[in-house]
C-alpha cells in the first residue's frame, strides 16, 4: 500500500517555465489536498478536491491550478514560475468523514531561479 | 475563521527529560479535532496525536500526551523521556467537524523546531 505518491522529489525551475507536480493516492480516498510549506510558516491550502470533478481553492491559490479527473490523482500545475514559488509543496489525502489526519505524501521541493 | 498558534518557534530538550510544546487556536465552533503533526529532517509529515474537542479525556500516545484545555483553547503536547529521534518540527493543527462546503481543511499553526540535546 503505497499511500499518497508525489513526484517529483526535487525541481529546478526557471523563471516563466511551467511544470505539474504529481501527487497519486491508492486509499479511494475522497478528499485530497495541496499545501506549501516555507519556512517558518508552517502549512498553506493552495487548492483541495471532495472528490473527482470537483476542486476549490484554498488560502493561497494564485499562480497554481489543479484538476481531478479521477478519484487517485490530483496534480498541481505552476503556469509560469516566479520565485515567489519557492517551496516545498506537499499532498495530502483524507477518507473524509472521519477523526484521522491526513495521509501525507513525501514532498517536493521546487526551486524557481 | 480559525487560527493556530505556535508561539515559540524553538525549544531544546535534554535526553530522556520532559518537554511541553505550547499551542493556542481560535475558533467559534464547539466541535472539531486537533491535531500534532511532526516533521523530521526526511520532510515526511507524520501525525503524532489527536484529540476530539467533545471528549474531556486528554488523548495518549506512549510517550506523548496532550493537554487540552477547551476553555482556554489551548491544546499542548508533551514529549516524556525525550529521545533522539524526537528531534524535528512540530506543527499543530486544527480541524473543523462542522460542515464546510466539505472542505475537511486542516489549519496549521507555524511550527516549533525541537533540538533533543543528548
Known amino acids: 500500500n503505497a499511500g499518497v505518491t508525489q513526484t517529483p522529489k526535487f525541481r529546478i525551475l526557471k523563471i516563466g517555465q511551467s511544470m505539474t507536480l504529481q501527487c497519486t493516492q491508492d486509499?479511494?480516498?475522497?478528499?485530497m489536498y495541496w499545501y506549501r510549506q516555507d519556512p517558518g510558516m508552517g502549512l498553506k491550502l493552495i487548492y483541495y478536491?471532495?472528490?473527482?470533478?470537483?476542486?476549490d481553492k484554498g488560502e493561497v491559490p494564485n499562480g497554481y491550478n489543479v484538476s481531478r479527473s479521477t478519484t487517485e490523482d490530483f496534480p498541481l500545475r505552476l503556469e509560469l514560475a516566479a520565485p515567489s514559488q519557492t517551496s516545498v509543496y506537499f499532498c495530502?489525502?483524507?477518507?473524509?468523514?472521519?477523526?484521522?489526519?491526513?495521509?501525507f505524501g513525501s514532498g517536493t521541493r521546487l526551486t524557481v531561479v | 475563521a480559525q487560527t493556530v498558534t505556535q508561539s515559540q518557534p524553538e525549544m531544546s530538550v535534554q535526553e530522556a527529560e520532559t518537554v511541553t510544546l505550547s499551542c493556542t487556536y481560535d475558533?467559534?465552533?464547539?466541535?472539531?479535532?486537533l491535531f500534532w503533526y511532526k516533521q523530521p529532517p526526511s520532510r515526511q509529515m507524520i501525525l503524532v496525536i489527536r484529540?476530539?474537542?467533545?471528549?474531556?479525556q486528554n488523548a495518549t500516545e506512549n510517550r506523548f500526551s496532550v493537554n487540552f484545555q477547551k476553555a482556554a483553547k489551548s491544546f499542548s503536547l508533551k514529549i516524556s523521556d525525550s529521545q533522539l529521534g524526537d528531534a524535528a518540527m512540530y506543527f499543530c493543527?486544527?480541524?473543523?467537524?462542522?460542515?464546510?462546503?466539505?472542505?475537511?481543511?486542516?489549519?496549521f499553526g507555524k511550527g516549533m523546531k525541537l533540538t533533543v540535546n543528548p
Open positions: 493543527a486544527y480541524r473543523s467537524l462542522q460542515y464546510q462546503g466539505g472542505s475537511e481543511k486542516l489549519v
Open positions: 486509499m479511494n480516498h475522497n478528499y
Open positions: 475558533t467559534s465552533e464547539s466541535d472539531y479535532y
Open positions: 484529540q476530539e474537542a467533545y471528549k474531556q
Open positions: 478536491s471532495v472528490g473527482a470533478g470537483i476542486t
Open positions: 495530502a489525502s483524507l477518507s473524509g468523514g472521519e477523526g484521522y489526519g491526513y495521509t
